[in-house]
């Protein structure tokens, strides 16, 4: 989308990196953070858990920005994101 103006600290404002973590075991499949994640980072995969579920995978890490939203959906608590950091800021 593009619109008329842009924020005056557009270029002060850095953009967050996550990192989605899927507890596979704890998983029941029901595809709520693969249907709703606003990026598209999520699939689900081929591969049953030990409940025996197809659960979901990370196939465009690169894209997440750290929303939280796949833990909001979540109703066995199995999947959440933390912040990536780069080298630089280490």
């Given at each position: 989308?593009?619109?008329?103006?842009?924020?005056l600290?557009?270029?002060?404002?850095k953009?967050?990196?996550?990192?989605?973590i899927?507890?596979?075991?704890?998983?029941?499949?029901?595809?709520?953070?693969?249907?709703?994640?606003?990026?598209?980072?999520?699939?689900?995969?081929?591969?049953?858990?030990?409940?025996?579920?197809?659960?979901?995978?990370?196939?465009?890490?690169?894209?997440?920005?750290?929303?939280?939203?796949?833990?909001?959906?979540?109703?066995?608590?199995?999947?959440?994101?933390?912040?990536?950091?780069?080298?630089?800021?280490?």
């Open positions: 989308m593009k619109y008329w103006r842009k924020p600290d557009l270029e002060s404002i953009a967050s990196r996550g990192r989605v899927i507890i596979e075991d704890r998983c029941k499949g029901c595809g709520f953070c693969v249907e709703y994640c606003p990026r598209d980072v999520l699939r689900m995969s081929s591969m049953f858990n030990a409940k025996g579920y197809y659960t979901p995978a990370a196939i465009n890490a690169s894209k997440c920005v750290n929303c939280h939203f796949c833990e909001d959906l979540c109703p066995e608590f199995a999947i959440y994101s933390v912040e990536e950091t780069t080298e630089m800021e280490r």
